[in-house]
């Protein structure tokens, strides 16, 4: 009832200007405006980001400052509107104005181009812009995705025939998954491991992290065959070849390979229906050997408390796909309770908007 009350104040516009002419209500009024102005603005921000990377400007700035004319004339634009961009960039952080009318990168912006995969994943957000120019639309789900044809590895092994796309993904989710490593790798344990199974491992991104931190541990990837073809060069890259044993195969399909005392799912569930969820778990159950762990690693949703990067980004690119979905830690252990795991464990993250990560034991 007070919630009804309150909601009916703040929904008052006669309330709404007399809260900024009171101390103490007049910082609660300008922070909910800016934060509502911000979520309004976010497809602006957005195509920023998407311009400023587009025309490679944190680079051409990384090391020096540049009048706009300069970065103008480098990048094939009207000075007048790269002006615009430029203050824009400013405007969000990722770049600095001074005084003199130049601009540079700021630690925003250097941070940028520090981030394994963040500019890939930027241009790839074309694709899940055309899905969301009538959202209401989509929400009502009457389009076909782009999403679901750019991904199309998420229908099994026939739909991944076009080496091409499976070298677009590969190549998306090697870049990303750097970081997703890094925090998955900070939360589990595998000392105590003899072989380690990455299902679904793509070209082996997350197998090349846990060789370097695990010198002594045998590796198996198991993926569909066109991804192999990138895992097999990739690995041999890195040196890891002689240490990675490649499994060919769908997971819808086929069964998983035994011989491993772990196996992980790192950012594969939330690819997925529940159905192709609980067959997936349960084909892990039975690969495992008793007292076998099971670690899964992706962006989770937060459940009763909502989250703001996986119940919005991750849970619409997720809807965008049409295959999966962002669940939370919960609803992974139910479905892995019922799958027969034991001592699941959910374990606290460094960046939730990075990854979430999830250990469990076969009984």
């Not at 090391?63 to 300069?70: I, M, S, T």
């Not at 909502?306 to 980004?313: A, G, K």
Request: charged share 20%.
């Amino acid at each position: 009832m007070r919630q009804n009350w309150l909601l009916k104040l703040a929904a008052s516009r006669r309330f709404q200007c007399w809260a900024t002419r009171v101390p103490g209500l007049k910082r609660i009024a300008r922070a909910e405006g800016a934060a509502l102005f911000d979520i309004a603005a976010g497809f602006v921000n957005s195509q920023v980001l998407m311009a400023l990377i587009d025309l490679r400007i944190p680079h051409i700035l990384e090391q020096e400052a540049l009048f706009p004319k300069q970065v103008a004339d480098l990048c094939a634009a009207p000075p007048e509107r790269m002006q615009v961009l430029l203050q824009a960039g400013a405007g969000l952080g990722l770049l600095r104005r001074y005084r003199n009318g130049q601009y540079g990168l700021a630690v925003r912006g250097a941070s940028l181009l520090g981030v394994p995969g963040l500019e890939a994943m930027v241009k790839h957000h074309r694709v899940l812009y055309a899905d969301l120019v009538d959202p209401a639309e989509f929400i009502r789900g009457g389009q076909n995705t782009e999403l679901a044809r750019f991904w199309p590895y998420v229908f099994g092994a026939a739909g991944a025939t076009d080496p091409t796309v499976a070298a677009t993904y590969s190549i998306l989710m090697a870049e990303s998954q750097i970081l997703v490593a890094e925090d998955t790798l900070r939360r589990i344990d595998l000392t105590k491991t003899n072989r380690l199974l990455d299902v679904g491992g793509g070209s082996g991104a997350f197998l090349k992290a846990v060789g370097v931190a695990y010198p002594k541990l045998k590796l198996s990837l198991f993926d569909l065959p066109a991804v192999l073809d990138d895992a097999r060069q990739s690995l041999f890259e890195s040196g890891l070849s002689g240490r990675v044993r490649l499994h060919s195969g769908s997971f819808q399909d086929d069964t998983l390979p035994k011989g491993a005392d772990a196996i992980s799912l790192i950012r594969v569930l939330y690819d997925h229906s529940d159905s192709t969820v609980r067959h997936l778990l349960s084909a892990v159950y039975a690969a495992l050997p008793p007292a076998g762990q099971l670690i899964i690693s992706e962006p989770m949703s937060g459940g009763d408390k909502p989250e703001r990067s996986t119940d919005v980004y991750f849970a619409i690119y997720t809807l965008a796909m049409q295959t999966g979905r962002t669940r939370s830690p919960e609803e992974i252990g139910r479905l892995l309770a019922s799958a027969g795991f034991s001592n699941i464990r959910n374990q606290k993250v460094f960046r939730p908007f990075v990854t979430s990560v999830i250990v469990a034991t076969r009984g």
